[in-house]
């Protein structure tokens, strides 16, 4: 998978995203991805070079998913409002696959 599947996959399924750059590094936020206890959060994935692209072990959430510091959570370079989730996707990603991903992370502490 390139981030390009990944970009036309979220068009493709009507996910309103954006694009965030913090110093060198370039985030794609993906809008209000709701789970099933009604909850719903933005999610930054970085971007990073390479083909295939392999995502880094990180989500980025806002709002805060769980307690910081707890259940392998730290500050985000986002901001304050936001949460990094170290959380490692170890298969090949398809879009829909590292969407299920991002889901699974939403839904289990």
């Not at 390009?4 to 794609?28: F, M």
């Not at 295939?52 to 500050?75: D, I, K, N």
């Not at 409002?81 to 889901?103: C, D, G, K, N, V």
């Amino acid at each position: 998978m390139t981030l390009d599947d990944l970009d036309k996959h979220l068009i493709a399924v009507g996910r309103p995203t954006e694009t965030k750059v913090v110093g060198n590094d370039v985030y794609t936020v993906i809008k209000g991805v709701a789970v099933s206890n009604g909850n719903t959060y933005d999610v930054g994935v970085k971007r990073n070079a390479g083909t295939p692209w392999l995502p880094e072990a990180a989500l980025h959430v806002r709002p805060h998913r769980v307690t910081m510091g707890e259940s392998a959570s730290q500050a985000s370079p986002l901001g304050n409002e936001w949460q990094y989730l170290s959380r490692r996707f170890e298969r090949p990603p398809t879009p829909q696959s590292f969407i299920a991903h991002i889901l699974t992370v939403l839904e289990v502490p």
